[in-house]
């Protein structure tokens, strides 16, 4: 003769006991909501944004190569040929390069604007190519062309039309470069990888020549090469664009920048989920505080059912399914949230919405976790109590 | 069978006392012997104070005595752990309480069922056996009442009910009517009287003189001790 309480009976009873305080368990798993909707949506925004990254960093490739001949021991920069772009060309795994060349003129909007005064604006000349190399996006206008190399015109980086006040290159706007009046033929998307590119301004190395002085030797090299001998490419370039002196030649990715952005946002991402964590942890402590009163007030219920024959575990039992149900409602509704302030995120940003299942599996269980340590204290008070105390008036 | 079976013991109690450690200790019950047997109908009858819970609960294993000897149908409680004790509550006991304790909002039928929860039958079962439980008490028609839709009566009959569904070799009635106007107490004594002829074996507790004289035996206790 035993005492048997079948596990969908067991299940029946704690939903009773819960459902028959709803307004009480609603307020007590809004704790329990709250911390697994911060960590759900703590998780989805950081994946998305992680998937948004991967979407970017596809689209630009990383693959890509900045060359520069960085300063000498002296400070003096080191001689880069005249013909260092057709070399680099010549490496074997290169798929497409191009130069660029700082000049020494700054950008105005008019002649009342004093020379010294360049607003952070660099002037630049490049070949039709670079946007192509470096995978960039016309906003309005054209970039540099070859039919219009020998003219004064320049095109402008997204900040530096900002700083000039050109928002279009209609109707026609001229710019003052140096001395000379320059033509506005383009204005170019942000760059997500060179917010250098963004503060300047370009012009053909013909024009660059003409009106301003400029030299041919390139300043920075954009290189393109095979992902798969990206390493190999970085290694031998110093010496092709600078064999006097290799060392100063500094070679970045561009790319790694965005990557070690991100990386900085996880250590953030980790510091929002801990804190949800201890949001978890204070929230199980008031589950517990509640199933405590929660028992107190029972005691007659305990008392007629262990008078109908149930055992101290299935008492203990009884309130530890309570308490994780109570829990794991919070988990539920927190993960609902959770990924609506994902999804409004990801909508508002105009990112990929991307929440990983792990994750939310993860939440819940730490949720159903977290439900039953904070029922085990309860129930065992509640398998203690003396059935005839419980029962007497 | 029923001749065979209708005097076997149910209950027996030998030289049971119990002593609630003080200071001062106070001594609910002092030494009482008392055999009840197959199918008889006892009420137990004592001013307040007189220990009459205290045996109604050491009778059901609510309560362990300080020392003496309990059996219930044959079986020592004395080396039987909690968990045994409470598979005999869930297989051969029944217990009636005086302020019914029904669950609040939950129908009639499922009230009774409940009494079965804790040996693991089906749910079908269970409810099967419940109507046929509240039919036996008289409350076929209320199937589907709420405890707040019951009179007194009602409601201590559906607890009768869910003492008797599993059959139970004993129950134990603690102040059934002491909730309950006089002519309800009538009412559940006839229902007991009933129940008894049909073989249920019933002991109940209560300090109601008149609803005792009803009973075919009564045990009178006074001072924790059973007096003739």
Redesign the interface.
């Known amino acids: 003769?035993?005492?048997?309480?079948?596990p969908?009976?067991l299940f029946a009873?704690s939903m009773?006991g819960l459902f028959?305080r709803p307004f009480r368990a609603v307020l007590t798993s809004i704790g329990i909501g709250i911390g697994i909707a911060a960590i759900v949506a703590v998780i989805g925004i950081s994946a998305s944004g992680r998937a948004a990254l991967l979407a970017t960093l596809d689209d630009l490739g990383t693959n890509l190569l900045r060359v520069t001949p960085g300063a000498g021991i002296f400070g003096q920069a080191a001689d880069v040929p005249e013909d260092a772009v057709a070399m680099v060309a010549r490496i074997g795994p290169v798929e497409d390069v191009t130069g660029i060349t700082i000049v020494d003129a700054t950008v105005r909007r008019s002649d009342f604007v004093s020379k010294l005064d360049t607003g952070g604006l660099t002037v630049v000349s490049a070949t039709p190519r670079l946007l192509e190399v470096i995978r960039g996006d016309v906003a309005d206008g054209r970039f540099l062309e070859d039919g219009l190399k020998a003219v004064p015109v320049v095109v402008l980086g997204s900040t530096a039309a900002e700083r000039l006040g050109i928002r279009s290159v209609v109707p026609a706007v001229r710019v003052l470069i140096g001395d000379e009046w320059f033509g506005v033929t383009g204005i170019l998307e942000s760059f997500p990888i060179h917010p250098d590119l963004d503060r300047t301004v370009f012009v053909s190395y013909e024009s660059a020549a003409t009106f301003l002085d400029g030299k041919p030797e390139p300043t920075a090299i954009y290189v393109r090469a095979n992902p798969l001998s990206i390493n190999d490419v970085a290694e031998v370039i110093p010496a092709t664009v600078a064999p006097e002196a290799p060392d100063t030649v500094e070679i970045t990715r561009p790319s790694d920048a965005l990557v070690a952005r991100k990386a900085a946002d996880e250590t953030l991402t980790s510091l929002l989920i801990g804190l949800g964590a201890v949001a978890l942890l204070v929230a199980g402590v008031a589950i517990a505080n509640i199933m405590v009163m929660s028992i107190l007030e029972r005691r007659?219920?305990i008392?007629?059912?262990?008078?109908?024959?149930?055992?101290?575990?299935?008492i203990r039992l009884q309130f530890i399914v309570e308490s994780m149900a109570l829990a794991g409602f919070g988990g539920l509704a927190g993960v609902v949230l959770g990924a609506g302030i994902t999804v409004g995120y990801a909508a508002n940003r105009d990112v990929m919405v991307s929440i990983p299942m792990a994750g939310i599996a993860a939440s819940v269980g730490a949720a159903l976790a977290l439900g039953a340590l904070a029922g085990v204290y309860p129930a065992v008070r509640a398998s203690r109590i003396?059935?005839?105390e419980a029962?007497?008036? | 069978m029923e001749s065979a079976n209708s005097n076997r013991p149910v209950v027996e109690l030998s030289g049971v006392s119990k002593v609630y450690p003080g200071p001062p200790p106070v001594v609910a019950l002092d030494s009482v012997d008392l055999v009840v047997s197959r199918g008889e109908l006892v009420a137990i009858v004592g001013p307040s104070g007189s220990g009459k819970s205290t045996l109604l609960h050491v009778m059901g294993g609510l309560d362990r005595p300080t020392s003496g000897d309990v059996a219930i149908d044959g079986v020592d409680l004395g080396a039987l752990n909690d968990k045994g004790i409470s598979g005999l509550r869930a297989h051969s006991i029944g217990f009636v309480f005086q302020d019914f304790f029904l669950m609040e909002g939950v129908d009639a039928v499922n009230n009774v069922a409940e009494g079965l929860v804790y040996r693991g039958l089906g749910r079908r079962e269970r409810r099967t056996r419940a109507v046929a439980a509240l039919e036996s008490v008289g409350l076929g028609h209320r199937l589907d009442h709420t405890p707040a839709q019951l009179s007194g009566g009602e409601r201590q009959r559906v607890a009768i009910a869910r003492a008797l569904i599993g059959d139970p070799a004993i129950v134990f009635a603690d102040e059934p009517t002491g909730n309950l106007d006089s002519a309800t107490s009538d009412e559940i004594a006839e229902l007991f009287t009933r129940l008894n002829a049909g073989g249920s074996t019933i002991v109940a507790i209560t300090h109601d003189l008149e609803f005792a004289q009803r009973f075919p035996r009564m045990v009178s206790l006074r001072d924790g001790r059973t007096v003739l």
Do not use: C, Q
């Not at chain 1, 003769?1 to 079948?6: A, K, Q």
């Open positions: 003769m035993r005492s048997r309480l079948r969908i009976d009873l009773r028959a007659m219920e008392g007629v059912r262990r008078s109908l024959g149930a055992t101290r575990r299935h003396d059935p005839a029962v007497r008036r």
